[in-house]
């Protein structure tokens, strides 16, 4: 195989990993820890893209590095949206906290009075994929 | 850290928009002894001005094998920026810790520390 397609296929497959890595921590929240591999591996794949591209390579290894910059820009574009905006809340440190109504995961209502003289540590978060 | 909890008295219960049947799915899948509520359209969330608008949420639509995602498909939701309030006897909210990154959750060193910062040294 041309050499060029060796490293278009190297680039298409760091780039793939890195987003198969990234996502298979998803379901079990190891996000966080898993990233840097991640962007190992897309920082890999790019740099073999650019330099494929920039070579003006044999159609098939250009066929293959443009997707993977694609995959690895997108990757990045992705982790710029991590952080989420805070600062809205609407609760403060001394207020009592506001009566609320939810669904318990056994399908019972559950309101917020049934805590009364009870201490509670209450943990909002995003939820499953 | 549930067992410390505990020791203070301290009730722990999580909340997100997922549904009934996430949210019983995760109890399991993680082996949940705390309550896990629902708040599917969000009432709660945005009533405690916690709602994340341009989170971008990959669904594998069921997809996967082994956990790895075979299809993604993008979506932006709405989803709870995490929040850990804590609350003492009286409804009176005495500490939040928020990050900044959705995807980290309150350390448990961090949450023990206000609990005993509130609720004084376990007997």
Redesign the interface.
């Known amino acids: 195989m041309h050499i060029s397609t060796t490293m278009a296929l190297g680039a298409f497959g760091c780039t793939t990993l890195g987003w198969?890595l990234y996502?298979?921590a998803?379901?079990?929240?190891q996000?966080?820890g898993r990233t840097s591999v991640s962007i190992f591996f897309e920082l890999t794949g790019l740099a073999l893209a650019v330099f494929i591209l920039a070579r003006n390579s044999s159609a098939a290894a250009m066929a293959l590095a443009i997707p993977a910059a694609i995959l690895s820009l997108f990757f990045f574009f992705?982790l710029t949206?991590?952080?989420?905006?805070?600062g809205?809340?609407?609760?403060?440190?001394?207020?009592?906290?506001?009566a609320?109504?939810?669904?318990?995961?056994?399908?019972q209502r559950?309101h917020s009075d049934s805590?009364?003289?009870?201490?509670?540590?209450?943990?909002?978060?995003?939820?499953?994929? | 850290m549930q067992t410390e909890?505990e020791a203070?008295?301290?009730?722990?219960?999580?909340?997100?928009?997922?549904s009934?049947s996430?949210?019983?799915?995760?109890?399991v899948r993680d082996g949940l002894s705390f309550?896990?509520?629902?708040?599917?359209k969000l009432?709660?969330?945005g009533?405690?001005?916690?709602?994340?608008h341009?989170?971008?949420?990959?669904?594998?639509l069921g997809f996967?094998l082994f956990?790895?995602?075979l299809a993604?498909v993008p979506s932006v939701k709405t989803?709870?920026?995490?929040?850990?309030?804590?609350?003492?006897?009286?409804?009176?909210?005495?500490?939040?810790d928020?990050s900044?990154?959705?995807?980290?959750?309150?350390s448990e060193e961090r949450?023990l520390q206000a609990?005993d910062a509130a609720?004084g040294a376990s007997a």
């Open positions: 198969i996502f298979a998803v379901p079990t929240n996000v966080a992705l949206q991590r952080k989420t905006p805070v809205e809340i609407a609760v403060a440190i001394g207020d009592t906290l506001p609320f109504e939810a669904l318990a995961s056994d399908g559950f805590l009364a003289g009870q201490r509670l540590l209450l943990k909002f978060f995003r939820g499953s994929w | 909890l203070h008295g301290v009730q722990l219960i999580a909340m997100s928009k997922d009934v996430q949210a019983a799915q995760h109890k309550p896990l509520l629902s708040d599917e009432q709660v969330i009533a405690y001005g916690l709602e994340h341009k989170a971008l949420e990959f669904s594998t996967s956990g790895i995602p993604l989803m709870a920026i995490p929040t850990t309030l804590l609350i003492d006897e009286k409804g009176v909210i005495r500490w939040i928020q900044d990154d959705y995807r980290l959750r309150s949450v609990v609720f």
